[in-house]
């Protein structure tokens, strides 16, 4: 679990003065998972992403959309101390996008969720590109199913 201060009066309160991320007003704790869906949820957004994750987390999402149950921190890790966050994720662009700028936007939108929504700093974002969705493979899939 990650803590964070929270803004409070200035007033000190002796009770809460020694605990991580306490302010006379009380503790705020995120969960590491917390932060984690919170960059998931940002890639849904962004030009050139196909999916999060890598072959086996996708046919494990695959079995979860099946059953109804999204994972929105599939393919994505973070480490948070401090009220730093690192984050490293795992995604399969989509075809002919330019890699970099596929990258480079992904990182920009999983920053700006994060500083914005849990206010932590976030010191770097590791994309790992793993694999070129080609627009044409859904279609042969269906029609392989087809036969």
Do not use: F
């Not at 994505?76 to 690192?86: F, M």
């Not at 206010?119 to 793993?130: P, Q």
């Amino acid at each position: 679990m990650t803590s964070i201060t929270t803004t409070g009066s200035p007033i000190a309160d002796s009770h809460n003065a020694d605990l991580p991320g306490a302010t006379p007003r009380g503790t705020t704790v995120i969960s590491d998972v917390v932060v984690a869906k919170i960059a998931g949820l940002a890639l849904r957004d962004v030009a050139g992403v196909h999916a999060v994750g890598g072959g086996a987390a996708r046919a494990l999402g695959a079995i979860r959309e099946a059953l109804s149950s999204t994972d929105h921190t599939q393919g994505i890790s973070v480490q948070v101390s401090d009220a730093k966050v690192s984050v490293a994720l795992t995604i399969v662009a989509e075809y002919p996008v330019p890699l970099q700028q596929v990258a480079d936007d992904a990182r920009a939108a999983i920053i700006a969720a994060i500083e914005t929504l849990a206010g932590l700093e976030v010191t770097e974002v590791n994309v790992s590109i793993n694999d070129v969705h080609l627009p044409d493979e859904a279609d042969e899939a269906g029609e392989a199913d087809a036969r």
